[in-house]
């Protein structure tokens, strides 16, 4: 009886020195894609303890002085950390797990690429079958906040001192992104010319018939160069908009000269937007935007494919009505 007194007095001691040795610590957990986590999962002192996240982004996370200290969230490598490196750190990176939705997210291709990823992107998704799923108008409005960050790389190649402007960073990311569109439309073009006048001796399918390729001719002759600048706005379309263009044989002149302006008016809008809008909100309202990307590429990727949806919405009304 006696050393169940004394043995419980000490167990008692013990977690009473051990809570007298727990320190708050002040922290925010992100991922590798700058993106807020709302939940972690703490292990310390062999206790695990559910955290949440305040109104600011932050949590207050107890942990034993003494121990080490293992933090993780599903869907995410778990990280061990010392309390002193943590306290030290303020922000702590998780790295999420590599599932396909990361390819819907411009900040894998800024974290896992940077510039020269982002100028094959804008040329893939212009001049390539394949790059119509890219997040070409998300990507750019991203690239444009992370501007400073993705120049760097391009005078760090080249060993030039990067002396950081913000017009410069802006007009030469600018250049080098509308470039890439240019060349990747121009493959796009060329690529559907080489293809076009075997087309119209092909015939008539499920998918195919040259009834098409006659009312895009005729399309592309009234109404060409201003097909040629929309499609660059306008998911998927921009993808195809210049192989039909080679196709039907659009005049090579008339093309460059959409395609050069249609190019460099899609890349500035994109970047400055991103850019610039970065900078009003933080003076604004006093936050990043970079903190809400996710939210961002939503309302882009509606209000980019909006105008699609509408035409092929009200040309199936406009059809119904005639018959």
Known sequence: MFKRIIGTAIGFIVSISVIAQEEELRLQFLNQYEETLNNITVTSG????????????FFTVKIASSDSVTVSHIGYNSITSTPASLKEQKTVT?????????????????????????????????????????????????????????????????????????????????????????????????FGRRIGPAMYSWKDRFLFKRKYLNDAHDFYEKHGGGAII???????????????????????????????????????????????????????????????????VIIIVVVTTLPVAWKLLSGKKTKKTTV
């Open 230 to 296: 929309f499609a660059r706005f306008l998911p998927i379309i921009r993808t195809f908009a210049p192989i039909v263009a080679g196709i039907v044989q659009m005049d090579r002149k008339k093309f460059m000269f959409y395609n050069i302006v249609g190019c460099v008016a899609w890349v500035v809008s994109m970047i400055f937007a991103g850019h610039f809008l970065q900078i009003w909100v933080r003076k604004q309202f006093g936050f990043e935007l970079r903190d809400h990307l996710e939210m961002i």
């Open 94 to 190: 998780l790295y999420k797990k590599f599932s396909w939705k990361d390819l819907m997210n411009p900040m894998f291709y800024i974290i896992n690429g940077g510039l020269w990823l982002l100028l094959f992107i804008v040329f893939a998704e212009t001049g390539l079958f394949v790059g119509f799923f890219l997040p070409g108008d998300s990507l750019l409005f991203v690239a444009g906040i992370y501007s400073s960050n993705l120049v760097h790389e391009f005078f760090k190649a080249f060993g030039i001192e990067h002396i950081r402007n913000e017009w410069i960073d802006l007009l030469l990311m600018t250049a080098l992104i509308s470039l890439a569109g240019i060349v990747g439309n121009m493959v796009g073009y060329w």
């Open 46 to 57: 062999g206790k695990t303890t559910d955290y949440f996240a305040d109104e600011t982004g």
